[in-house]
């Protein structure tokens, strides 16, 4: 499979990411181009706007159905996720953004939640700073050379977002990790892409 992760040239580059917003739409999920707008523009700037900066309990479940309509379903994840107190939720990612930019510590505090694992504490990471966070994908993981197998660890998210940083910084311009990702998995076409892939 041709990979993008192996290129140089910006324009490649920068054509996979002006692709994100109709690879989203091609991947056929009722509530992914809502969510995602949701996910892009209105969360980042909800988080922006608090003091101190934290996620309400509806924003982590609505998160954690951006994240499974862009990739897998588990509805057990989801029943853990609703099952958190609002108040945990608050005061955990109150803590936990207040750690930005630490590369570990908002990821593992935020994994603290139930039904919260590095995919999901990333998203919210990378809505709060996607200057310093990706959101961890399985099918981007796959594209970066030497991470090996994908393994939903902290560990693992920390090898993986220092190598989208510093993709990021040999880009240059407004590269961020969080773009960077969007590029690499509007490259290989979202999950669509990758089930024609596999078939």
Do not use: C
């Amino acid at each position: 499979m041709p990979t993008l992760w192996t290129s140089e040239s910006t324009k490649e580059w920068r054509a996979a990411l002006d692709a994100y917003a109709s690879v989203v739409d091609a991947q056929g999920v009722a509530r992914l181009p809502e969510l995602e707008r949701w996910y892009r523009d209105d969360f980042p700037r909800a988080i922006a706007a608090r003091r101190p900066a934290h996620v309400t309990h509806e924003e982590l479940v609505r998160v954690t159905e951006w994240k499974m309509a862009r990739g897998i379903f588990r509805p057990r994840n989801l029943v853990l996720v609703r099952g958190n107190p609002a108040g945990a939720v608050e005061k955990t990612s109150t803590a936990a953004l207040a750690a930005i930019p630490d590369d570990r510590r908002p990821i593992a505090l935020l994994a603290e939640l139930a039904g919260v694992g590095p995919a999901t504490a990333s998203a919210v990471a990378a809505a709060a700073a996607p200057d310093v966070y990706p959101f961890f994908d399985e099918l981007v993981a796959a594209q970066v050379p030497g991470l090996g197998p994908v393994a939903f660890t902290p560990a693992y998210y920390a090898r993986y977002a220092a190598a989208l940083r510093d993709r990021a910084r040999r880009l240059g311009g407004a590269w961020t990790p969080a773009s960077v990702e969007q590029a690499l998995w509007a490259f290989v076409g979202g999950k669509a892409g990758a089930k024609k892939g596999s078939e």
